[in-house]
T-cell receptor, first 113, second 114 residues
Framework: GENVEQHPSTLSVQEGDSAVIKCTYS??????FPWYKQELGKRPQLIID?????GEKKDQRIAVTLNKTAKHFSLHITETQPEDSAVYFC????????????FGTGTRLQVTL | EAGVAQSPRYKIIEKRQSVAFWCNPI?????LYWYQQILGQGPKLLIQ????????DSQLPKDRFSAERLKGVDSTLKIQPAKLEDSAVYLC????????????FGQGTRLTVV
């Protein structure tokens, strides 16, 4: 089955700096890659996603890039703010949808003042 | 719109006891998911329903876990008997259908097995 690895497990940045979280996947048939943000004690929420027919997608301060050949994708957050502090999960699926998602192990991002 | 509702929020049981969790998805959502999230790990899909049929239960430990969605709306997940390693947050999520890209998660039920 699919295996998704995520790095780093923890990341501390100063407010205003950029943060990058990287994930690799094993199944070349995977074609949908969402990113979820989970604040402490709260539910995971989708923040951005990308399909395999696109190399990059941006939404304000958040961007995701995908390299199908290398089977890795990354989350980029620019101009980080304290409210960006949370655990971020990458995921992958083959159906192009939220069906049968395999999640990474998560990255705890801490944005310090 | 109202979100995915789960209950209880917290549950503490002794090993070998049984426990059940309840989920009410967002109205109209045909697809319902149960995930297990062990501390420090990402959510792991246990079972996925499309209406009241099972789409995927390949990672559900069927010797002790069971789930049902009898009328295609609410769902229950049961563990019997519980083991220490079942301690985790059980997340329910729903989406409009299997062709939809966003799954909406509930707050989860934190289970502690002692």
């Amino acid at each position: 089955g699919e295996n998704v690895e995520q790095h780093p497990s923890t990341l501390s940045v100063q407010e205003g700096d950029s943060a990058v979280i990287k994930c690799t996947y094993s199944d070349s048939a995977s074609n949908y890659f969402p990113w979820y943000k989970q604040e402490l004690g709260k539910r995971p929420q989708l923040i951005i996603d990308i399909r395999s027919n696109v190399g990059e997608k941006k939404d304000q301060r958040i961007a995701v890039t995908l390299n199908k050949t290398a089977k890795h994708f990354s989350l980029h957050i620019t101009e980080t703010q304290p409210e960006d502090s949370a655990v971020y999960f990458c995921a992958a699926s083959k159906g192009g949808t939220a069906s049968k998602l395999t999640f990474g192990t998560g990255t705890r991002l801490q944005v310090t003042l | 719109e109202a979100g995915v509702a789960q209950s209880p929020r917290y549950k503490i049981i002794e090993k070998r006891q049984s426990v059940a969790f309840w989920c009410n998805p967002i109205s109209g959502h045909a697809t319902l998911y149960w995930y297990q999230q062990i501390l420090g790990q990402g959510p792991k899909l246990l079972i996925q329903f499309q209406n009241n049929g099972v789409v995927d239960d390949s990672q559900l430990p069927k010797d002790r876990f069971s789930a049902e969605r009898l009328k295609g709306v609410d769902s229950t997940l049961k563990i019997q008997p519980a083991k220490l390693e079942d301690s985790a947050v059980y997340l329910c999520a729903s989406s409009w259908g299997t062709s939809n890209t966003e799954a909406f998660f509930g707050q989860g039920t934190r289970l502690t097995v002692v």
